[in-house]
Structures are given as structure tokens and as C-alpha cells.
């Protein structure tokens, strides 16, 4: 094993000072000048409606309205995976607040004023509100030209249906599987929608100059992705990739939704009708709740059969999602559970519906988690709830059940090297499982809720990461690197990488977020992936450097290149201890050889990296013989808490959640991403919740409805434990944990409201007034 | 338009402003002081958060007419001579991620420590509870601001 000087240290972040300064610019903060225009929206007020007619003739003669524009002006598909979508509205408006046009003004004053005065004429259709009427013979279809859109080959819609797609596993022989069980349970379980609440809004600010050249200034977790998809759109304009320019500066917070492309086109588009000048679209707070992604709602029918000893012999996973208006990056999330809702478990006959349903919801999409909190909360429901049956303990039946390397995943390829076992008996350490613990207090129930958790990177297999890395005079460097930093450390893990093969010091290495002009590309800051993928690529272009740097010495001190090598800035050599040569003597300058000539210039590296062994092409009938998913990081979870039996208020004492993260590059970020993760995940199982009227309007688009945690809502207690199996593709065996910390949170809350109160609650979330009222109702039914 | 005068991080500035221009927007579109956030726009995210003669208000729920002849400070005030040690206390603790909620959570910081300087736990939770963070779960915020104000 290679000692490590930067990899594994807890770094501080190299936009720590940038941020705690204020210095830190984020979209909204950056100047655009006296010629800046202001875009306001103009929402569609149904949520099912054809549109008639568009009068923009009173909102044009607003004072400073330079312009109204609407779908006429853009009648083009766009989306990530299926293009199913539209910047503006074109015949029909699908959900509650849709975007039918835009008013451009020289102020936003008079921009929202003449938005009120354009008048639109509606024919109300009925509205599909749930997945399951969704699908009934006769529903109402939302998109009929669903067998007209463009999709990625992995996708499989059902024309003339509000089926966009239907991802299916058969593995095994799951009748035989149930008929040899000893025990089956079959239930339902309910996730609804919700709401990401990155605290800074949506913004983009784009300019269409004189010469042709489309920039864009973002929030943004995909900033090659949107120039590819607003090129791609906007081609029947003449507008190309290369006239195409994204700039991303900080980024408040993600959490998946400011992945690919929502309201960041309508600036792209906005601004070709304003040539010359730049025109800002701000979303605000409620449109950041109803017009931008929500986390998809699933009901999930769920069958285990387990022997005696709780072996699982069979398992059939149904799940209805809820996608929304629009499908074309959440029919992804569908893809993924439909490759994955087995969970961490070895199963051997398995069966999964996974359907990606239009209805006339908001648009479902990227949420951290792509789909695996929502369909664990039933499957550790499940497992809990068969372990008690059977007599077993619920860690136990894990531990017989979890998935081992070289086990086959439900589509068939084997399961990566992975510290599950470890990651079990760590937690169960930790938490003190077999303690039995009472309250003093007879108002108040103790219960201990445990659960697994996995997740795999859901990315095209030709996803890629690259990176150029250039010396600066004093031999510090700057990574390009296209990869985000939304708050999880990227940019200190790529350092900290270019580090340790530099043997340079982290705080002498810049990288910033990028503009797709200057920095290679990458796909998109989601999935987990960065720390793996965009790691391996700025690996490889700090080796390619080093390659170059010893050569050049080898070549001009006429030293075997073998013998030399990077240690504190310089160039040393293992016959020669004597000899050492600082970098910054030569990175730019070059070498200068005893003629007076120099050999060398500027050292300049690269790297790429691409999962050549990744593959979606398997039969669309069971899924089997592709290689879909890279890899899965696997980790497990415990809690304690307190319910006060009268209130139905739950306290969260302790939570101890091990991962295995492979590597952990910067520990101390990788435990900041289990703590914020498991507060994220206690809000969606305790707090909070989507309510929409009979229009299906969201009525609680804001933080005084909709409830996320303040600094008062904290459990007492976080363990967080990483554990390190290291991925053999991995920079330093790294894989990615970002997302994963979130999602075994709702399903041990919930199995440790059954220890605490024998009461099972089987949809989220799980409020306090949802805790009383089936105290209440206890035995009524039974 | 009125023009109003008041102190912005030390210095004496004034701006034209009409009576219902909010002082969040007036400080961060004509006055230059970005730091403070725009995140609900209805008081409930303390992004906005600013120093009015050394509370910690929110700069979102006030008219910038209504600030003639006081004092305001901004995190871009805090920074001016070198950072204090509680930003390098937060920096030492990778206290923030996405770094959207820093400046407000800073300036209520600032006001506790200013009022009272080895503060408790519990007293550090309720000081930063009207500032929002969806990222870090809140408590290395909580470990950096302990640990810039505890007992030498």
C-alpha cells in the first residue's frame, strides 16, 4: 500500500475562505451592466388545459417592455432522456403554474407589470392527478404524442398510454421462488413529492451578442449538459454547439435540481429574441417548490418470500411513480429502481415493474437519492417486519441476506467488492443494539430503528470526466476541471488528488467551477460520480504531468527516468540523494542546458476517463446481460429515538450510519455529507409535506408551510462511520457517498416507531398528527 | 425617490430609493453589498441577514427608507480588516458546504458573540435557528462557533 501524504487527510476546503469572506459570488450576484433586461413569467393557471388564444398586445405597450414572448416563438422539444418537453407551453399546459410566456422589460417592475396583462384563453381538461388513475383503460392521456418523442434506446414508453416508461427485471424463477418460501409478506407502501429547498433560487442570465454567440451564467450542476441540450434545441435557429457558452459560478446548494435543464433555458431562448443584450430570469421561492423538479411520489407494491431462517427465496417489486408533467430526466429515476429495487440484498428470483406514469403534477426529477430513499422505505420496512415475524433479529436478517461481491445484481453483472458485512457490525457496535433501553417517563416510548442502504451512479454508460491541469511559475497549478463543487467538496478532492500525485500541496492548487469555453468536459455534477470519475481523470492528467516532468529530467540530467521521482515540490532521485530540482525552476520556464539553449516549456496535463465496461444493451424483458450501473456504495444505519405518546412528537437521540465510501479522499468531508444528509433525510420522514388543492395548486410553496429543519430540529447525537472496500476503478479507491446518507434515514425512523409504539406506519411522512391518529385508531380496525 | 444617508460597513454612503424599495435589494443592486441573500423574500431563511446597529435583523423584511442615519454592517464589513476568529474558525471546521447561508449565519453569530462571548450550546441553537442551511445539517457550524468562543 502507497503511504499518502494528501489523499485521506481532512483537508480544509479550498473555498472555505472564499465563502465565510462573502467573497463568493453566486449567479445572481455577478454585474451585467445598465443594459440588463429582466424577464417575468407568465404561469398557466390549470392544470390540464388546452390553450385557445394568446393576447400579449396590452403587455407589449407597457412603458420599457421590449418584448413578450411565447411557445410560438420556440415550438421545440427538449430533455435530457426524452424529449418531452417545451420552453414555453405550446397547445396545452400540463401542470398548475406552467410557463406560457415571458414579458421582457428594462426593469422588473414593469416586466411583472405587463405579465399580468397578457390575457390567455383556456379549455380546462380533466385532470390526471395519481399514478394509479394514470394508467386505468380510458385515462385521460397528458401526452398524446408520446410515441412521436425522441428517447435514449433504454427506454421503453407505451404509445397511446401515460406509460413513458417501464423498466422490468426478471431474474430467476420468481414462482418457483415463492412456492418454496416459508413465509410471504406482501404490502403497500406510500412516498409522496417533495421539494429539494436549496436555499438559493434557480437563476440564469443569458446574452445572445451581435456576433452570434449564445452565453449563459447559471446555477447550475450541469453546465456541458445545458450548452449541449440549449444547442440542441435551439439548432432550428442556426445556433450551435460552438456559439454555445455555459458559465457557472457558485452554486447554493442542488440536491438534484439543478441538474439538467429546467428554467435555464428560458433564458437561452429569451435572449435571442433581445439580441445584444443580457436578460436575467430569477425564479423565486414558490416556482422554486412548483416550476423547477420535485422528487417523484411512488406507491410500491412489494412482495418477500423468505425461508425460516429469513433467507429471502423471492421478491416482486411494483412501483407506480408519479413523474409529473413531464418525464424527460425523471423517467431516469424509474430506470434506476427498476434495475435496483432488490436492495442490497442477494435475491435470486426477482421480478420488478417499475412504470414512469404522467400525471398533471409538477415535473418529477433528480432529487438526491434518484429513487432509492423512496423504494427503500418499504423494502427496510419489509425486512423489519419479516425479521419479526420470523423471531429474527432485524440486523441479523440483514447480515444473512446482504449482498457479497461477485453476487449477481438483478440484471445479471456481479456486485463490486463492497464493506456491507463491515458496515453492519459496525453500526450494531455503535448504537448498542441488544441494550434495552426504557424511559423513566411513561409518556414516553424508546424505540431502535435500523436499515441498509445502496445506490449506484444512474449515468449513460458513455459518461465521461476529463480534465487539463497547467503549472504556474512558483509550481502551483490550476485543475480544469467541468465538475461542480454544489457544496460537497468537489473542488478540495480533485486538489487533494493532483496532491498526491504532484506531491505539490493542496492549498497551492486552484480550481474553480467552470465555463465550458475554457475547462474539458464533463457530464454532470449528479449521480455521486465526480469524486470517482472526474477523480480518475484528474489522476490521470496529474500522472500525465508527472510523466512529462520526470522525463524532461531524465533527459536533460541524463538520470534513468525511473529512478526519479515528486516529493515536496521537487524532482528527486532514488541513486542520487544528493540530487533535487525544484519544480518551480522549470514547469514553465523549462531547463537550460549548458549550451545557453532551455528544453522543456509548460508542463500541461490531461486526462479522461470513460466506464468502458458500462453498457445499457440487455433484453428489454428482463434486463439481463448488460452492464447498466458502474458500481453501488452500500452502507448501513441505525437509530434511537424518543415518541412522546400524547403529542406523537418524535426526538431523535442517536444515529450512527457507516459507509463505505472506498476511499475517503477528505474524511472530514465525507462525514460532513453523512451529517447533512441525515438531517435531509429526518425532514422528509418527520416534517415535511406537499399539499395541493383541488386544482392541484401546491398551497404550501414556502419555508412558512413547508418545514425544514433549523438548528433546534438536530438529533442529539451523529456517528458517522466510514468504512473503506476500496473500488478497483476508483482514484485511490474511491466511490462516491453524497447522495446515499440521506436514504436509509426514513425507513429506520419508521422501524423505530414500531420498537417504540408497535404501531407500523407504511407512508411517508410521518408526522406527528399521523403518529396520534393511528395510536388512536389502534385495534378499530383489527 | 428619496434620498436616504446611512453608514454601510463603516462608511458614510447614500442612495435614491422610493418608499417601498426593500433594503435587501437596494443594498445588493444599487449599493454594491452582495453578501447578504436573497432565499424566501418572507423572512424565513435569515439569508438576508445583516447588522442594524448590531442586531442581526433580516434585510428582506425592511424598507430602505426606513434605515436614514443608522448603521448597517455586512459580512463584506466583517471581512474588511482580516478575517475574525470565528471565520477562521469556520474555515478550520469545514463548516459550510454550498456556502449560500454563510453570510447571514455569520452576521447571527457575530450578534451573539458580540453580546455574549463564551456562549452555550443551546445558546449557539437558538442564536443560528432563524438561518436555514440545507446542506450541513448544522452542526459543524455549531463545533466552529463553539470553538472560536470557548474559555482559554
Redesign the interface.
Same mark, same amino acid.
Given at each position: 500500500m502507497e503511504k499518502l501524504k494528501y489523499v485521506g487527510q481532512?483537508s $480544509?476546503?479550498i /473555498? &472555505? #475562505? %472564499? #465563502?465565510?469572506?462573502?467573497?463568493?459570488?453566486?449567479t /445572481?450576484?455577478l454585474e451585467f451592466g445598465p443594459d440588463l433586461l429582466y424577464a417575468e413569467i407568465v404561469e398557466g393557471p390549470h392544470a390540464h388545459a388546452m390553450i385557445n388564444s394568446i393576447d400579449t398586445s396590452e403587455a407589449e405597450h407597457v412603458p420599457e417592455v421590449l418584448c413578450v414572448v411565447t411557445g410560438k416563438d420556440f415550438p421545440y422539444n427538449f430533455g435530457l432522456y426524452m424529449k418531452d418537453r417545451f420552453i414555453f407551453a405550446q397547445d396545452r399546459v400540463r401542470f398548475f403554474g406552467e410557463q406560457i410566456a415571458a414579458v421582457v422589460a428594462r426593469t422588473p417592475e414593469a416586466a411583472k407589470k405587463a405579465a399580468k396583462l397578457v390575457r390567455v384563453s383556456y379549455s380546462p381538461l380533466p385532470k390526471v392527478l395519481s399514478p394509479v388513475d394514470a394508467v386505468k383503460k380510458n385515462a385521460d392521456l397528458i401526452h398524446p404524442d408520446l410515441k412521436h418523442y425522441e428517447h435514449v434506446p433504454w427506454f421503453f414508453p407505451k404509445p397511446d398510454s401515460n406509460i413513458a416508461h417501464h423498466r422490468k427485471i426478471r431474474k430467476g424463477d420468481v414462482e418457483k421462488g415463492f412456492a418454496e418460501a416459508d413465509y410471504v409478506l406482501e404490502d403497500t407502501y406510500e412516498v409522496p413529492r417533495y421539494a429539494?429547498?436549496?436555499? %438559493?433560487?434557480h437563476a440564469a442570465v443569458a446574452k445572445f451578442d451581435h456576433s452570434g454567440r449564445l452565453t449563459v451564467w447559471a446555477s447550475s450542476q450541469s453546465p456541458h449538459t445545458q450548452r449541449n441540450l440549449f444547442a440542441s434545441a435551439l439548432a432550428p435557429m442556426g445556433i450551435t454547439h460552438n456559439d454555445v457558452r455555459v458559465i457557472a459560478p457558485? $452554486?447554493?446548494?442542488?440536491?438534484g435540481s439543478k441538474a439538467g435543464v429546467t428554467m435555464e433555458i428560458i433564458a437561452a431562448a429569451i435572449a435571442t429574441k433581445v439580441k445584444g443584450h443580457p436578460v436575467k430570469v430569477l425564479w423565486?421561492?414558490e416556482r422554486e417548490f412548483y416550476n423547477t423538479y420535485q422528487r417523484l411520489g411512488v406507491t410500491a407494491n412489494l412482495k418477500v418470500g423468505v425461508k425460516k431462517d429469513g433467507r429471502i427465496t423471492a421478491l416482486h417489486h411494483e412501483l407506480f411513480w408519479d413523474a409529473g408533467a413531464y418525464v424527460e430526466y425523471g423517467a431516469n429515476v424509474v430506470n434506476a429502481v427498476g434495475l435496483s429495487a432488490i436492495g442490497p440484498y442477494r435475491v435470486d428470483n426477482a421480478s420488478i415493474d417499475s412504470y414512469c406514469i404522467y400525471t398533471n403534477l409538477p415535473p418529477g426529477g433528480p432529487y438526491r437519492g434518484f429513487g432509492y430513499s423512496e423504494f427503500l422505505f418499504g423494502l427496510e420496512s419489509h425486512m423489519e417486519r419479516i425479521a419479526g415475524h420470523l423471531g429474527i433479529d432485524p440486523i441479523e436478517i440483514r447480515r444473512r441476506n446482504a449482498i457479497k461481491a461477485g453476487d449477481l445484481t438483478a440484471y445479471g453483472a456481479p456486485m463490486n467488492p463492497n464493506g456491507l458485512q463491515q458496515a453492519i457490525d459496525a453500526v450494531e457496535k455503535e448504537i448498542g443494539w441488544k441494550k434495552k433501553l426504557v424511559s423513566k417517563d411513561p409518556d414516553i416510548a424508546i424505540g431502535k430503528g435500523f436499515s441498509l442502504f445502496w445506490k449506484a451512479p444512474a449515468m449513460p454508460p458513455n459518461t465521461s470526466s476529463s480534465c487539463f491541469l497547467k503549472f504556474n511559475e512558483d509550481a502551483s497549478v490550476n485543475l480544469l476541471v467541468s465538475g461542480m463543487d454544489?457544496?460537497?467538496?468537489f473542488l478540495t478532492v480533485m486538489a487533494q488528488i493532483a496532491a498526491e500525485v504532484l506531491s505539490v500541496p493542496v492549498s497551492k492548487i486552484r480550481t474553480e467551477n467552470p465555463d465550458t469555453d475554457r475547462n474539458p468536459y464533463e457530464w454532470q455534477t449528479v449521480a455521486s460520480h465526480v469524486t470517482w470519475g472526474c477523480g480518475n481523470a484528474v489522476k490521470l492528467a496529474a500522472m500525465d504531468a508527472r510523466k512529462q516532468i520526470l522525463a524532461l529530467v531524465s533527459r536533460t540530467h541524463h538520470l534513468p527516468e525511473e529512478t526519479l521521482f515528486l516529493e515536496d515540490e521537487q524532482v528527486k532521485c532514488m541513486t542520487r540523494p544528493d540530487f533535487s530540482l525544484p519544480l518551480k525552476d522549470f514547469v514553465i520556464a523549462g531547463i537550460q542546458m549548458g549550451d545557453g539553449t532551455f528544453k522543456g516549456g509548460p508542463i500541461i496535463g490531461r486526462g479522461v476517463f470513460m466506464p468502458e465496461y458500462a453498457s445499457t444493451k440487455a433484453n428489454p424483458e428482463t434486463s439481463q446481460g448488460g452492464h447498466p450501473n458502474v458500481h453501488y456504495t452500500v452502507g448501513a444505519a441505525a437509530a434511537i429515538i424518543e415518541v412522546d405518546r400524547k403529542t406523537g412528537k418524535v426526538k431523535v437521540k442517536k444515529i450512527v450510519e457507516a459507509v463505505d465510501c472506498g476511499k475517503a479522499i477528505n474524511p /472530514?468531508?465525507v462525514k460532513?455529507q453523512i451529517? &447533512?444528509?441525515?438531517?435531509?433525510g429526518i425532514s422528509t420522514v418527520l416534517y415535511e409535506e406537499m399539499k395541493f388543492d383541488h386544482r392541484a395548486k401546491m398551497l404550501n410553496p414556502?419555508?412558512?408551510d413547508y418545514k425544514?429543519?433549523?438548528?433546534?430540529d438536530?438529533p442529539d447525537e451523529?456517528v458517522p462511520i466510514i468504512i473503506e472496500v476500496p473500488e478497483p476503478d476508483g482514484p485511490y479507491g474511491a466511490r462516491g457517498m453524497g447522495e446515499h446518507t440521506m436514504i436509509p434515514v426514513a425507513p429506520m425512523i419508521a422501524n423505530a416507531i414500531e420498537d417504540a409504539l408497535g404501531i407500523r406506519i407504511k407512508s411517508m411522512p410521518i408526522t406527528s398528527e399521523k403518529i396520534c391518529l393511528t395510536l388512536l385508531n389502534r385495534g378499530k380496525n383489527d | 425617490m428619496k434620498k436616504i444617508s446611512f453608514s454601510l460597513n463603516g462608511e458614510q454612503r447614500f442612495v435614491y430609493v422610493t418608499p417601498n424599495e426593500i433594503l435587501l435589494d437596494v443594498l445588493r443592486y444599487k449599493m454594491g453589498a452582495k453578501s447578504p441573500k436573497c432565499g424566501c423574500d418572507t423572512g424565513d431563511c435569515g439569508a438576508c441577514t445583516i447588522l442594524l446597529n448590531g442586531k442581526a435583523v433580516r434585510s428582506c423584511l425592511i424598507f430602505a427608507v426606513e434605515v436614514e442615519a443608522q448603521d448597517i454592517v455586512t459580512l463584506e464589513g466583517i471581512s474588511r480588516d482580516g478575517l475574525t476568529p470565528l471565520q477562521k474558525a469556520l474555515i478550520e471546521h469545514n463548516a459550510f458546504q454550498c456556502g449560500y447561508c454563510a453570510p447571514g449565519m455569520i452576521l447571527s453569530a457575530t450578534e451573539l458573540i458580540n453580546s455574549n462571548p463564551h456562549p452555550g450550546e443551546e445558546e449557539i441553537k437558538e442564536a443560528i435557528s432563524g438561518n436555514l442551511c440545507r446542506c450541513t445539517g448544522y452542526q459543524p457550524v455549531i463545533d466552529a462557533i463553539k470553538n472560536a468562543t470557548k474559555k482559554h
Open positions: 481532512s $480544509v476546503r /473555498d &472555505g #475562505k %472564499e #465563502k465565510v469572506s462573502g467573497a463568493a459570488l453566486f /445572481d450576484d429539494h429547498c436549496a436555499i %438559493e433560487y457558485h $452554486v447554493g446548494g442542488g440536491f423565486n421561492r454544489i457544496g460537497q467538496g /472530514d468531508l460532513g451529517t &447533512g444528509g441525515i438531517l435531509q414556502n419555508f412558512t425544514i429543519p433549523t438548528s433546534l438536530l451523529v | -
